[in-house]
């Protein structure tokens, strides 16, 4: 199984701030690397896929980078509706297992 | 737009078999895998497995085979039944659309599975 590790497991910044989350995968996936973002008690929502396309809608502050193994998520200019758990996923490999979480605080 | 709704029941007893279907609106179950996704209480984010419109299913083997999945083209709708559950298969359970390349989009709207007697 490809395990995928998120670094920080929490974290806390402010408005305006950039914040990087990394997600590393224990073999090469390419770039089948996803990021979900999720709020208390709702779905995970797909924020971008093959590790840099953003999903239509999503805002541009929000951006994906790297293949192989080490991926990164950048919120550019937090906004308070930022606040939320963010998963990645590798869809490279079954099971397609997802990073155990970053929550952001702000 | 393609939604996704989902349904089953919300307690099960110890050793039963849980049991969830979700109905696909708006759109056809070609050219996408239809997968299942839990949730423990608090925790993060656990693949089950998926299953295609041809009936093709990769699963976790991390569940040691109690997965079974099926679809039903005529009714567009997907299921899951996990058997033998126990406290730990306690979870909310998603469904959702997806595809290798794209990730996973949209999502059902989540159950809440507890297991107690």
Same mark, same amino acid.
């Given at each position: 199984?490809?395990?995928?590790t998120q670094?920080?497991?929490?974290l806390?910044?402010s408005?305006g701030?950039r914040?990087t989350?990394?997600?590393?995968?224990g +073999?090469?996936?390419s #770039?089948?690397l996803i990021?979900y *973002?999720q709020?208390?008690?709702q779905?995970p929502?797909?924020l971008?896929y =093959?590790?840099?396309?953003l999903?239509?809608g999503v805002?541009s502050?929000?951006s994906?980078?790297?293949?192989?193994?080490d991926f990164t998520?950048t919120?550019?200019s937090? +906004?308070p509706?930022? #606040?939320?758990?963010?998963?990645? *996923?590798q869809?490279?490999?079954?099971?397609?297992?997802f990073?155990?979480? =970053?929550r952001?605080?702000? | 737009?393609?939604?996704?709704?989902?349904?089953g029941?919300g307690?099960?007893k110890?050793?039963?078999?849980?049991s969830?279907t979700c109905?696909?609106y708006g759109g056809?179950?070609?050219?996408?895998?239809?997968?299942?996704i839990?949730?423990s209480p608090?925790?993060?984010?656990?693949w089950?497995?998926?299953i295609n419109?041809?009936g093709y299913?990769q699963q976790n083997?991390s569940?040691?085979?109690?997965?079974?999945?099926?679809?039903?083209?005529?009714k567009n709708?997907f299921?899951?039944k996990?058997?033998?559950?126990t406290?730990?298969?306690?979870?909310?359970?998603?469904?959702?659309?997806?595809?290798?390349?794209?990730?996973?989009d949209p999502w059902?709207?989540?159950?809440?599975?507890?297991?107690?007697?």
């Amino acid at each position: 199984d490809i395990q995928m590790t998120q670094s920080p497991s929490s974290l806390s910044a402010s408005v305006g701030d950039r914040v990087t989350i990394t997600c590393r995968a224990g +073999q090469t996936i390419s #770039s089948y690397l996803i990021w979900y *973002q999720q709020k208390p008690g709702q779905a995970p929502q797909l924020l971008i896929y =093959t590790a840099s396309i953003l999903k239509s809608g999503v805002p541009s502050r929000f951006s994906g980078s790297g293949s192989g193994t080490d991926f990164t998520l950048t919120i550019s200019s937090l +906004q308070p509706e930022d #606040s939320a758990t963010y998963y990645c *996923q590798q869809t490279y490999r079954s099971p397609f297992n997802f990073g155990q979480g =970053t929550r952001l605080e702000i | 737009q393609v939604q996704l709704q989902q349904w089953g029941a919300g307690l099960v007893k110890p050793s039963e078999t849980l049991s969830l279907t979700c109905a696909v609106y708006g759109g056809s179950l070609r050219n996408y895998n239809w997968n299942w996704i839990r949730q423990s209480p608090g925790k993060g984010l656990e693949w089950i497995g998926e299953i295609n419109y041809s009936g093709y299913i990769q699963q976790n083997l991390s569940l040691k085979s109690r997965v079974t999945m099926s679809i039903d083209t005529s009714k567009n709708q997907f299921s899951l039944k996990l058997s033998s559950v126990t406290a730990a298969d306690t979870a909310i359970y998603y469904c959702a659309r997806g595809r290798q390349t794209v990730g996973y989009d949209p999502w059902g709207q989540g159950t809440l599975v507890t297991v107690s007697s």
